[in-house]
T-cell receptor, first 112, second 115 residues
Framework: ELKVEQNPLFLSMQEGKNYTIYCNYSTTSDRLYWYRQDPGKSLESLFVLLSNGAVKQEGRLMASLDTKARLSTLHITAAVHDLSATYFCAVGKDNAGNMLTFGGGTRLMVKP | NAGVTQTPKFQVLKTGQSMTLQCAQDMNHEYMSWYRQDPGMGLRLIHYSVGAGITDQGEVPNGYNVSRSTTEDFPLRLLSAAPSQTSVYFC??????????????FGPGTRLTVL
């Protein structure tokens, strides 16, 4: 059974600081997704990581994938208040990225 | 393009009632899925479809039915609502094998309360 674990579950940080969210998964997969969810809203796709060693960056967020370690990270650089949201990683049960299994989410709060 | 649309946005049911949550997409995506999100948790897959006429169960299918008669529509039916089905329901679609990333696009959600 595929399990996806994120940590930390809750993160409170000051503006300007750096931090990393970790996503571990239990079975082999070559495809990992990161999503952002604002309170009461739907999920917004941030990154799709397709292969071992993949790294993608968008603004202050950078995601990476290590398929051998079954680990993905989402690094936040110089956090700003607008990044406050819940972040989810998800892994597809097949290598096409279907039938996603989600982590429990990391609720990020960036304080001024 | 409207993307993925869901109706209704909010619904309150009594235990034992049945209803259908509607989902439609206008992106000509092959794959569609239904997820539920309980408070403070990630999404869990209920049912999915890889094309018109083809559906399969996900992680938590009990108490739900789906059908897919067209590429665009993927309704979710609650057969006899129970308080444990109180949740936010998200529909998603993705291109399938024709898309390099097969990225899933999510609808706005339906917030369901069962009394």
């Amino acid at each position: 059974e595929l399990k996806v674990e994120q940590n930390p579950l809750f993160l409170s940080m000051q503006e300007g600081k750096n931090y990393t969210i970790y996503c571990n998964y239990s079975t082999t997969s070559d495809r990992l997704y990161w999503y952002r969810q604002d309170p009461g809203k739907s999920l917004e796709s941030l990154f799709v990581l397709l292969s071992n060693g993949a790294v993608k960056q968008e603004g202050r967020l950078m995601a990476s994938l290590d398929t051998k370690a079954r680990l993905s990270t989402l690094h936040i650089t110089a956090a700003v208040h607008d990044l406050s949201a819940t972040y989810f990683c998800a892994v597809g049960k097949d290598n096409a990225g279907n039938m996603l299994t989600f982590g429990g989410g990391t609720r990020l709060m960036v304080k001024p | 393009n409207a993307g993925v649309t869901q109706t209704p946005k909010f619904q309150v049911l009594k235990t034992g009632q049945s209803m259908t949550l509607q989902c439609a997409q206008d992106m000509n995506h092959e794959y569609m899925s239904w997820y539920r999100q309980d408070p403070g948790m990630g999404l869990r897959l209920i049912h999915y479809s890889v094309g018109a006429g083809i559906t399969d169960q996900g992680e938590v299918p009990n108490g739900y039915n789906v059908s897919r008669s067209t590429t665009e529509d993927f309704p979710l039916r609650l057969l006899s609502a129970a308080p444990s089905q109180t949740s936010v329901y998200f529909c998603a679609s993705s291109p399938g094998p024709s898309g390099p990333y097969n990225e899933q696009f999510f609808g706005p959600g339906t917030r369901l309360t069962v009394l």
